[in-house]
């Protein structure tokens, strides 16, 4: 985003800002004013061809990758019949929201490269490209919240967890997305437009894009931007932050409750196991009814945790990713909610922060459906059997189509059953 208030003081920019001159219009040259230099530092786009072509080069990639990526995934979790769970009806609305931004994308590159100076495209992609990207983040970043409270409950309240339904959970992730909407993509769309810029004026819009915020609109944004940002970006980071190394610790204490429990009631090697059980029932410890509840064995506690490490593994995953991807770009609105670019060197800073910004944003959208099949194996069985089943070649290691392998399998199987 363009800078919007400077740092000498916001009051005072909003005081001086004055109506853009309407003398200014598009039969300025825009072949020769977009990647070329002129006396007034303003009149100069803060990039080059370079940049431009770097910036194309990773970010249509992965706009792709991130588009094929997460429809798999949302596709793999809503056909398989053993993914049915909460976690991964959240994983599929976290699909969703990576899937607009990666095909809304291409907007926000244009923005700020070939259509710095001239917006070219429809009046309504220029509110898109902002409207969808603060709708998205609002959407994912409540939902990441949303994961790791509902993975506490499961882990530190597993009975109080089995009582959430997934209808109860569906109208959680629908009731996030009307919110986000009218909070998030409603004020965008109607605050951002494409307006010509008069490059000339002291205007605090002097610097920015042509899709950028309306003028008019400035001190109501400012005001917004001070409340929503803290409800829907900076309280959920925090939270998630302070969640994650809440639950690892959840997590060691129930394992050395458990040691402590085994090493005082060990497991019987020569004993009947029901003899065992009921002279245990006479005891009246925590630990041992602990023990009795969850049907301890070397196989149950083996299966458990392996199932909390896997838990835990994804959600520092997905939140890794998040940080990753947000932490940039939330740190460029701040510098650019508080630095006034007022010269050439800080408007090509500024533009070099969205950009890397932006890049690590797209890549946490991409590393996303990665990191869930690397945690789950059945979502990663699933996700390779969809993958099998879509690849035009079906043929076998052997050169056989699946149907002849399956026949002569069974064959063989009938031949060594006669001998």
């Known amino acids: 985003m363009d800078g919007l208030i400077s740092s000498n003081g916001s009051r005072h920019i909003l005081e001086s800002a004055?109506?853009?001159?309407?003398?200014?219009?598009?039969s300025t040259d825009r072949s020769t004013n977009a990647f070329t230099t002129t006396g007034n530092p303003n009149l100069e786009p803060p990039f080059t061809y370079g940049a431009v072509v770097f910036s194309a080069v990773m970010l249509i990639p992965m706009a792709v990758f991130g588009l094929v990526a997460n429809l798999i995934t949302m596709i793999v979790i809503s056909k398989s019949k053993?993914?049915?769970s909460i976690f991964n009806h959240l994983l599929i609305s976290l699909c969703i929201s990576d899937m607009l931004s990666a095909a809304f994308s291409i907007l926000p590159l244009y923005r700020q490269t070939w259509g710095f100076d001239y917006w070219a495209w429809p009046k309504f992609l220029c509110k898109a490209s902002f409207a969808v990207d603060a709708w998205t983040t609002y959407v994912t970043t409540i939902h990441i919240l949303l994961f790791a409270i509902f993975r506490l409950l499961s882990i530190q309240w597993p009975i109080a967890f089995k009582k959430v339904s997934l209808l109860q959970v569906r109208l959680i992730i629908v009731c996030v997305w009307l919110v986000a909407f009218g909070c998030g993509f409603m004020p965008y769309a109607i605050m951002f437009e494409d307006i010509v810029r008069n490059r000339n004026s002291n205007t605090p819009d002097a610097a920015w894009s042509h899709c950028s915020l309306n003028p008019a609109w400035l001190m109501q944004f400012v005001a917004y931007y001070q409340v929503?940002?803290?409800?829907?970006?900076?309280?959920?980071?925090?939270?998630?932050?302070?969640?994650?190394?809440?639950?690892?610790?959840?997590?060691?204490r129930r394992r050395m409750?458990?040691?402590?429990a085994r090493l005082r009631f060990p497991w019987p090697r020569k004993r009947r196991r029901k003899d065992y059980l009921s002279e245990l029932r006479s005891?009246?410890?925590?630990?041992?009814?602990t023990i009795l509840a969850q049907n301890e064995s070397k196989e149950v506690e083996s299966r458990r945790r392996r199932k909390e490490r896997n838990a835990f593994l994804q959600l520092g995953f997905i939140t890794g990713s998040f940080l990753m991807g947000y932490i940039p770009n939330t740190a460029h609105v701040v510098y650019t909610t508080n630095v006034a670019p007022e010269s050439m060197a800080m408007r090509v800073l500024e533009w070099n922060l969205f950009m890397v910004g932006y890049i690590f944003l797209r890549l946490s959208e991409c590393l996303n459906p990665i990191f869930y099949n690397l945690v789950s194996s059945k979502m990663r069985a699933e996700t390779f059997s969809f993958l099998g089943r879509?690849?035009?070649?079906k043929c076998s290691p052997t050169g056989q189509s699946p149907q002849q392998s399956n026949q002569s399998s069974s064959a063989q199987q009938t031949a060594n059953a006669s001998l």
């Open 18 to 26: 004055t109506p853009i001159n309407s003398s200014y219009t598009d």
């Open 82 to 84: 053993t993914l049915k």
């Open 257 to 260: 409750k458990y040691r402590a």
């Open 390 to 393: 879509c690849l035009p070649c």
């Open 283 to 289: 005891h009246d410890n925590s630990a041992f009814r």
């Open 228 to 252: 929503a940002a803290p409800i829907f970006i900076f309280f959920p980071m925090a939270a998630i932050v302070v969640l994650c190394p809440v639950i690892g610790i959840v997590i060691k």
